[in-house]
């Protein structure tokens, strides 16, 4: 190759020009990577205000976003493969037919599309709106890095998302293959300090035919919770299936906190797999360690969000940027 200082100034900026596509391809998030991108508009600003005043109306928002995120990002990375709308996407494979939010990101996008068109990608947006409703409801500030790009491929047959029951091993098992190990598994649960499931996820396994014995209650639950359940909420008729059920206590449902730690020390888990990382040795320390002191669940919270904020993105010049989240261009 013939060296910069013997090639003509013209030569000189074509190769330039080509090694910045080829690095572009392989390029990094960043910190700000929108500043100055969005004509006057402070693209994080815009997110942001969005975000606060849908919390101010519907505090599980956070919930919402929360598995949003987890579900973007374990499936192919955080690539906005979630969002695409159609048949056989990933949105249509059942672990998702309950995930909510979808509306805020659409609405976020078409804000910025207006002061921006075709800058702002989707799968950013998920990240940077699922960071600001964590801050509002009590959870850690933190900063996200930007630059992700938006896949062009949407599978609901890529789809293995992890089951309610599972044992603190098969958890952990499941986030190795995305990066984490077994202390950023029992952190990343922790989200469960938000939200609620449905009826249907704990009457067989754990309220009314535990170990597979017609009528049997899971022995790990606490007595008291699992009468209430049994009583009020999640009684045993086909009709209290979509029953809400909140994973952690009602007043800490939309509350990004640790108290969902100690309620699994309490054996008030809801879901099997909560109540297994306290009921397994290898991940009890954890627990714990995290419902003794809430400014380590604080920020490990923040660490592992980031980290599975990250996990398989796309940069540079791969995917695409959307102009509506639920199509591809
Ligand atoms: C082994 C791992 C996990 C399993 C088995 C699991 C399972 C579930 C299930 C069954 C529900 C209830 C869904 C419904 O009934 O509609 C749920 C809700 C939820 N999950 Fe997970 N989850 C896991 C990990 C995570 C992670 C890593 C996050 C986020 C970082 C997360 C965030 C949430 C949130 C916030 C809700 C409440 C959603 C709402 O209220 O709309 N989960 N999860």
Known sequence: MASAARMSAPALM????????VAGGRAQLQYGFYKGKCNASDVEAVVQSLVKARFAREAAIVAYLLRLQFHECAVN?????????????????????SVKG?????TIKAELEKKCPGVVSCSDIEILATRDAVALAGGPPYAVRTGRRDRRQSRAYDVKLPGADYTAAQAVAYYTRLGMNAYDTVVLLGAHTVGATHCSAIKNSR???YGGKPGATDPGMDPATASVYKRYVCPNVSSSDGNTVFLDDQWSAVKVDNHYYRNLQLRRGVLSVDQNLYNDGSTRWIVDQLASNAGLFQSQFARVLVKLSEVNVLTGTQGEIRKVCSKFN
């Open 14 to 21: 074509v190769t330039l020009a080509v090694l910045a596509l």
């Open 77 to 97: 990375g955080c690539d906005g493969s979630l969002l695409i709308d159609g048949p056989g996407t990933e949105k249509t494979a059942p672990p998702n037919l």
């Open 102 to 106: 979808y509306d805020l990101i659409a």
């Open 207 to 209: 309220l009314y035919g």
